[in-house]
């Protein structure tokens, strides 16, 4: 059973950066396409950054253009969000997930089988 595990959260303030982790077990991620979405309150899930399998392809939210860098490390079977520049709108709890079709991504959560619980970020003014 694939399992996703992010750590890396937590209270900044406006203009810190964050680095959040995803740790995979289970099987080896570079099966996988992965993705970051997040969640605010009263909001759907939204996309935030995707990498394929080989880190060939990378994909942003556009208000995250320039701020955010999505990595990975398959030898570590790990996934990680570099934010930089934190605003207080990238408040949420950030959630990673994994999906099948490893060379493609894809921006639509649906297309993601495993997903984390999800780790807070909180940006205050």
């Known amino acids: 059973q694939v399992q996703l595990v992010e750590s890396g959260g937590g209270l900044v303030q406006a203009g810190d950066s964050l680095r959040l982790s995803c740790a995979v077990s289970g099987r080896a991620i570079n099966n996988y396409k992965m993705g970051w979405f997040r969640q605010t309150p009263g909001k759907e899930r939204e996309f935030v950054a995707a990498?394929?399998?080989?880190?060939?392809?990378?994909s942003y939210a556009d208000s995250m253009k320039g701020r955010f860098t999505i990595s990975r490390d398959n030898a570590k079977n790990t996934m990680y969000l570099q934010m930089n520049s934190l605003k207080t709108e990238d408040t949420g709890v950030y959630s990673c997930a994994a999906g099948r079709n490893p060379y493609y991504i894809s921006r639509n959560p649906t297309n993601y089988n495993y997903w984390g619980q999800g780790t807070q970020v909180t940006v205050s003014s």
């Open positions: 990498i394929s399998a080989n880190s060939g392809i990378t």
